[in-house]
């Protein structure tokens, strides 16, 4: 099973809401990332767990919380959004944290911040 | 530091071959390749690290310059499914995460 999940498909959410996206592997990797990808654009780092613990944090504003409950999930909650932050925000997982492991990526979730 | 893909944009006829190029401006340890059709997640296609190890899909082909902090994807013959956006990515200061180019769009024609 190659396969990254993540829920919900689509999401829309005002600028108030509390909302979190939810990401799942059963790989046995234990390196996962969240990425965000605007439209024609390249995926945009914003954050790195290895081993379950947050190892990089790109600078992305604290609207953006991550959590890792565990070595198989992933979640970002996301609040006081702003209209800027709709985008394609994908999950990704490889063996392990360093530059020789392939990344795979789950479908995204497409947000929309009204 | 992003990596600089060329070209841009490609068109090819169906059996064509194509070049494309990551270049970066700081010393590279591995370049990583992915393709991402419309709608989709990126796919991995390839891995090369310095001292010339690669992984990846056996019908994709590419290389890596170290000295001169390059890679090159080659597609050979190429086929309708190939079309997508290819980029490459290159591991952060930390070696954790990826900074992808800017990518380079693909157009098979039949």
């Known amino acids: 099973d190659t396969e990254v999940t993540q829920t919900p498909k689509h999401l829309v959410m005002g600028m108030t809401n509390k909302k979190s996206l939810k990401c799942e592997q059963h790989?046995?990797?234990?390196?996962m990332y969240w990425y965000k990808q605007k439209a024609k654009k390249p995926p945009e780092l914003m954050f790195v767990?290895?081993?379950?613990?947050?190892?990089i944090n790109e600078s992305v504003p604290s609207r953006f919380s991550p959590e890792c409950p565990n070595s198989s999930l992933l979640n970002l909650h996301l609040h006081a959004l702003q209209p800027e932050d709709s985008a394609l925000y994908l999950c990704?997982?490889?063996?392990?944290?360093?530059?020789?492991?392939?990344?795979?990526f789950g479908p995204g979730t497409r947000l929309t911040v009204t | 530091q992003q990596p600089v893909q060329s070209p841009q944009a490609v068109i090819l006829r169906e059996g064509e071959d194509a070049v494309i190029n990551c270049s970066s401006s700081?010393?590279?340890?591995?370049v990583h390749w992915y393709r991402q059709k419309h709608g989709e997640a990126p796919v991995f296609l390839m891995i090369?690290?310095?001292?010339?190890e690669q992984k990846g899909h056996e019908k994709i082909s590419a290389s890596f310059n170290e000295k001169k902090q390059q890679s090159s994807l080659y597609l050979t013959a190429s086929q309708l499914s190939y079309s997508g956006t290819y980029f490459c990515?290159?591991?952060?200061?930390?070696?954790?995460?990826?900074?992808f180019g800017k990518g380079t769009h693909l157009i098979i024609q039949p």
């Open positions: 767990y290895s081993y379950e613990k947050l190892s």
């Open positions: 790989m046995g990797h234990r390196a």
């Open positions: 090369l690290l310095k001292g010339g």
């Open positions: 700081k010393a590279l340890y591995s």
């Open positions: 990515g290159t591991p952060g200061g930390g070696a954790d995460g990826l900074t």
């Open positions: 990704a997982s490889s063996q392990g944290p360093g530059s020789w492991d392939e990344q795979y």
